[in-house]
C-alpha cells in the first residue's frame, strides 16, 4: 500500500476511535444535600423520634423550608403512606405513625429526594449516529427520605433508595435513522 493510503487509513482510524468522545454526556448534580448516599443516611441514623426538632432536623441536612428536593405530603396522601394497606391493624403500625395519623393535619409529612445521576453514551459511534443502536451506561445515587414532624417534633424517619447506581441501558432500532419516522406514522395512524 503506498505511503499516502496508509497515512489517510491512520489518520481515519483515529478520527474514529476520536468520535467516540463526541458521544453526549449528562449530569445530574444539584449540589444541594449530600454527597453520597452513606452520607445522607448517617445523618437520618442520627434522628431520633420524639427527641429530634425540625431545627435539629434541618441542621442534619433535611431542610424543610428552602431544599427543592422536598415534598409536604397532605394529610390525606400521607395516610396512603404511612398505612398503605388497611388490611394490616393500625395498633402493628409504628407508634410514630399511629400518632401522625391521628394527629391530622397537626402531623407534616415530608419526603426528601437527594442524589447524583450521570450518563455517557458508551460503544460504536457509527451506530449510534445514525441511530441503529444507543448504550448509556448509568451511574451515581439516590436517597428518599420520609419524616412525619408533629408539633416540630420528628415522630417517625424512614429512607430507602439506591446506594450505587450503575447499569447499561441499550436502545436497538433495526431501522436506524428511519425508526423515529415509523413511530411517527404509526401514532398518526392509530388516532
Known sequence: MPLPCRFLC???????????AMLPKTANDPRIGFDSFEQAEHA?????PYQTTLQDLETLGFRVRESPNVVRIGYPDSIARLAPNSSVPLETLDPGIREC?????????????F??????????????????????????WSFTALVAVKLDRVVFASHSGEARIDHVEERRNPLGPLQSSGEIASGIVTR
Open 101 to 113: 395519623i391521628a394527629a391530622r393535619d397537626a402531623c407534616s409529612l415530608y419526603e426528601f429526594h
Open 115 to 140: 442524589g447524583r445521576r450521570q450518563t455517557r453514551r458508551v460503544g460504536n459511534f457509527l451506530l449510534d449516529f445514525f441511530n441503529f443502536k444507543r448504550q448509556t451506561h448509568v451511574t451515581g
Open 10 to 20: 491512520a489518520l481515519s482510524a483515529a478520527g474514529l476511535a476520536g468520535c467516540i
Open 44 to 48: 437520618l441514623d442520627r434522628v431520633v
